[in-house]
């Protein structure tokens, strides 16, 4: 069975770093769009970044663009969110998500994989 594991989440201080990870299991990810999510409790679970699968490429939701950071190293076959100027509307649980598509989606449709999320807490 695939699976995504997320780990590295917790509580930090508003204006702290928090890096989290995302690794799969069952199967290698080095060929897909990998993307992280989150989501408050009453809320849609919004787009926070989108990384190619070579790491060439990324996007971002423009609440994160300058703070957040993407990356990957697939001879790890992880994926990263470095997470810095933390602000407590940050905080949320944080999914990882893998894609087949070549571009980078940010649907939650367009995903194919995903973890079952990590919390992050910041508080103020």
Do not use: H
């Not at 702290?16 to 679970?45: I, N």
């Not at 703070?67 to 994926?79: E, G, L, M, P, Q």
Request: with cysteine; hydrophobic share 30%; proline share 3%.
């Amino acid at each position: 069975q695939v699976q995504l594991v997320e780990s590295g989440g917790g509580l930090v201080q508003a204006g702290g770093s928090l890096r989290v990870s995302c690794a799969p299991s069952g199967r290698t990810f080095s060929r897909y769009t990998m993307g992280w999510f989150r989501q408050v409790p009453g809320k849609e679970r919004e787009f926070v970044a989108a990384i190619s699968w070579s790491g060439g490429r990324t996007y971002y939701a423009d609440s994160v663009k300058g703070r957040f950071t993407i990356s990957r190293d697939n001879a790890k076959n992880t994926v990263y969110l470095q997470m810095s100027s933390l602000k407590p509307e940050d905080t949320a649980v944080y999914y990882c998500a893998a894609s087949t598509q070549d571009y980078l989606p940010d649907g939650r449709s367009e995903y194919d994989y995903w973890g079952q999320g990590t919390q992050v807490t910041v508080s103020s």
